[in-house]
């Protein structure tokens, strides 16, 4: 079972780093820079895109230190549910799958529960 955790962990760490680098900071992916746009403001999308980047660098590699999992989990909580209910109100129409989004955000926020109990 530690091995699973050791993966799992490995894996919900590395999604927030790849949306925070691929997605953000290197910008392959603009629909997240139109997403903080509609939210956030046209103007300060340019600038707060990186700087929301790096925050989910941050958090992707506070996932992989294992640290303070049950702050961790509640950190991930905050944000993904935050970041899920701006983008389904203000951004709708610039989400691939708006369904399949909170669904997939359910697992991780499952998970990185999972990880903070045991």
């Not at 091995?3 to 900071?25: D, E, M, N, Q, T």
């Not at 610039?94 to 399949?100: D, I, K, R, S």
Request: glycine residues 6%.
């Amino acid at each position: 079972m530690p091995r699973a955790r050791s993966w799992l962990r490995y894996l919900i760490g590395s999604v927030w780093i790849f949306h925070g680098l691929y997605s953000k900071l290197l910008h392959q992916i603009p629909r997240h820079e139109a997403i903080v746009g509609r939210v956030l403001g046209e103007d300060a999308a340019g600038w707060l895109t990186p700087m929301i980047g790096i925050a989910e660098i941050l958090l992707g590699a506070w996932v992989l230190t294992a640290k303070w999992p049950r702050t961790c989990a509640a950190t991930q909580t905050l944000a993904l549910v935050s970041m899920n209910v701006l983008e389904i109100v203000f951004a709708r129409d610039l989400l691939l799958w708006p369904a399949g989004m909170v669904a997939a955000n359910l697992v991780l926020i499952a998970s990185a529960w999972w990880l903070a109990k045991r």
